[in-house]
């Protein structure tokens, strides 16, 4: 089984910066990319950065610039900075990874259970 928890969300003002944090328990061989979601009231799931164990990133256009997606390997881990903050930012942020869990190939998507980014004018 595995788990992934999101932390780092909290109250900011407007410009203001986070750093958001996903780590991986359980049993894992390896994790092959990992997302970064988020979902405002009222409004779809939407990605916000993913990276590949390859380096591949894909940012949505809103958050080019000021965010940045990253992972830790030998942690488990992975981290979003999010810089230069605005009030449309103000989301609950889902972690999302696709592990695999043994060394022959058994691989899923899992979420954690999100961090709310609150970000004020």
């Known amino acids: 089984q595995v788990h992934l928890v999101e932390s780092g969300g909290g109250l900011v003002q407007a410009g203001g910066s986070l750093r958001l944090s996903c780590v991986a328990s359980g049993s894992i061989f390896g994790i092959n990319a990992m997302g970064w979601y988020r979902q405002a009231p009222g409004k779809q799931r939407e990605l916000v950065a993913r990276?590949?164990?390859?380096?591949?990133?894909n940012y949505q256009d809103s958050v080019k610039g000021r965010f940045t997606i990253s992972t830790d390997n030998a942690k488990n881990s992975g981290y979003l900075q999010m810089n230069s903050l605005k009030p449309e930012d103000t989301a609950v942020y889902y972690c999302n990874a696709w592990i695999t869990r043994t060394s022959w190939g058994s691989s899923d998507y899992y979420w954690g259970q999100g961090t709310q980014v609150t970000v004020s004018a």
């Open positions: 990276i590949t164990s390859g380096g591949s990133t």
